[in-house]
């Protein structure tokens, strides 16, 4: 196997674990992690990271994979629910288009705020969603206000714990052999 078949399996063997560690992260309260009840979206900070280089389409397609994986977690397995996979899919698309566009830069500062936008989508697509499905609005109105603003300054706090062991893997991985 040559020196860039062998990185590339190594940047994919990466990517993929670090996905699979922030999935398995998402039902865990790590304590220090959590405020009034809400944790970090781990996978929402793993695809921003992953987004940030990828075409809008592709960032989007994995946005819905990565929320269906999401509702893998904890979906009923009876009636209708909201998916995740739509404002996840919404928030790739939105990160990979912010980087098309150069509006912002890889540093984590630059990450943190895009992530705490995206949390503020993800969040609001999933409560419109409920608001669709017949949930009383006053009940998933007042609960969104309090669990977006907390999830999406916890997440955006969180990002660099993703985003920088990852940008550099993929950095190292770039350079010529």
């Not at 992260?25 to 280089?53: D, F, I, K, Y």
């Not at 940008?167 to 052999?177: F, G």
Request: charged residues 10%; proline residues 6%; glycine residues 10%.
């Amino acid at each position: 196997m040559g020196a860039g078949r062998g990185r590339w399996v190594l940047g994919t063997v990466a990517t993929l674990s670090s996905l699979l560690v922030c999935l398995w992260l998402m039902p865990m309260r790590v304590p220090g992690t959590t405020l009034l009840g809400s944790g970090p979206h781990w996978l929402l900070v793993w695809l921003v990271a992953w987004s940030l280089n990828r075409p809008p389409l592709v960032a989007a397609i994995v946005g819905a994979t990565v929320g269906l994986l999401q509702d893998g977690l904890g979906v009923p397995g009876h009636g209708w629910w909201p998916s995740h996979g739509v404002g996840l899919a919404l928030a790739g698309g939105l990160t990979a288009l912010l980087q098309k566009q150069r509006y912002v830069q890889e540093d984590f500062v630059s990450v943190s705020l895009i992530v705490f936008g995206m949390a503020t989508v993800v969040e609001t697509v999933y409560a419109l969603q409920l608001s669709a499905l017949g949930y009383p609005l006053t009940t998933v109105w007042s609960a969104h206000q309090r669990h977006v603003l907390v999830t999406a300054i916890l997440t955006s706090l969180w990002a660099p714990v993703v985003h920088v062991p990852m940008l550099r893997l993929w950095r190292w991985l770039e350079q010529p052999v």
